[in-house]
């Protein structure tokens, strides 16, 4: 993997984000994956664990960060215009000395607006006030940029304090979508999560839908926006740039997604 960093043989696909009344992109995702020297491309599953045990997150997501929002700077015109972009932070990395630092830089070298940059947490992540974590994560909000918990509901370390918990929007986890509608638990997990978000004044946002049905429910529910393999796959930044001109804005229908080329990697987290 260290020498994999050197070679450049990480890359970053992208995925929309919808919003669910107005049809609107309000958002990408940046979703790294591993080029592997055995012509193979690796999900996050295969290596992040490895990344995280052997300190080599700090670097990967680092580099995460300078790809997305060097990216992100080229949306200049068009529908992706001002459009947010969410990248993924690790614990490990949040209690790097130099991480606030290098946010800053990044976005000082790529010129893009602090306000577009999303910073997306694992619960893990998620400090209470008393923890060192808390107050890097406090210093962040305080320079504008926009902090999210992902995979929420998934664990219960930050239930009790989320309320002092500056974070700007909660991402649904994809498994509590599982059977909905018709899974009455699911649906009313789904359901307390975005209560207990649109109690807090916080963005709702869900992972992986794949139906109509899926989303029909979250909007009657309250939840803000969505992504998935409903709307598009996590894809290069080409094919996003096709995927963009085709999506039908404002018009309320959904469309299927671009189908990705012969190279693109499969849907993933």
């Given amino acids: 993997m260290r020498a994999g960093l050197g070679r450049g043989e990480f890359f970053l696909v992208f995925q929309p984000q919808i919003d669910l009344l107005s049809q609107q992109i309000t958002g990408v995702e940046a979703l790294v994956r591993w080029q592997h020297p055995r012509n193979r491309i690796l999900l996050p599953s295969q290596f992040i664990p490895v990344a995280e045990q052997s300190g080599l997150i700090v670097p990967l997501g680092n580099l995460m960060l300078r790809l997305a929002c060097l990216e992100a700077s080229r949306w200049r ?14 614990p490990l990395q949040v209690r790097h000395e130099g991480f606030i630092q290098h946010i800053a830089s990044t976005l000082h070298q790529t010129a893009l607006p602090t306000e577009r940059l999303v910073i997306q947490l694992p619960e893990g992540a998620i400090a209470h006030p008393g923890h060192a974590n808390f107050s890097v994560l406090k210093r962040l909000r305080q320079r504008g940029i926009k902090l999210a ?24 986890d994809s498994s509590f979508l599982s ?42 529910i309250g939840c803000d926006a969505a992504q998935g393999p409903l709307y598009a796959p996590p894809q290069t930044a080409s094919n996003l740039s096709e995927w963009v001109q085709a999506w039908p804005r ?17 849907p993933g987290a």
């Avoid at 664990?155 to 649904?172: D, E, H, R, T």
């Avoid at 839908?209 to 979250?218: K, P, R």
């Fill in 77 to 90: 015109s068009g529908p992706l215009a001002g459009v947010k972009i969410s990248v993924s932070g690790y």
């Fill in 149 to 172: 918990i992902t995979g929420f509901g998934t664990g219960f370390s930050c239930l009790a304090y989320l309320p002092q918990v500056p974070v700007s929007s909660l991402k649904i």
């Fill in 179 to 220: 059977d909905i509608p018709g899974n009455t638990r699911n649906e009313a997990v789904t359901r307390t999560i975005v209560e207990l978000g649109r109690t807090l004044k916080l963005r709702l946002v869900a992972e992986g839908v794949e139906t109509e049905a899926q989303a029909d429910f979250l909007r009657a």
């Fill in 250 to 266: 404002g018009k309320g229908a959904v469309p299927r997604a671009v189908q990705p080329g012969s190279q693109q990697p499969r």
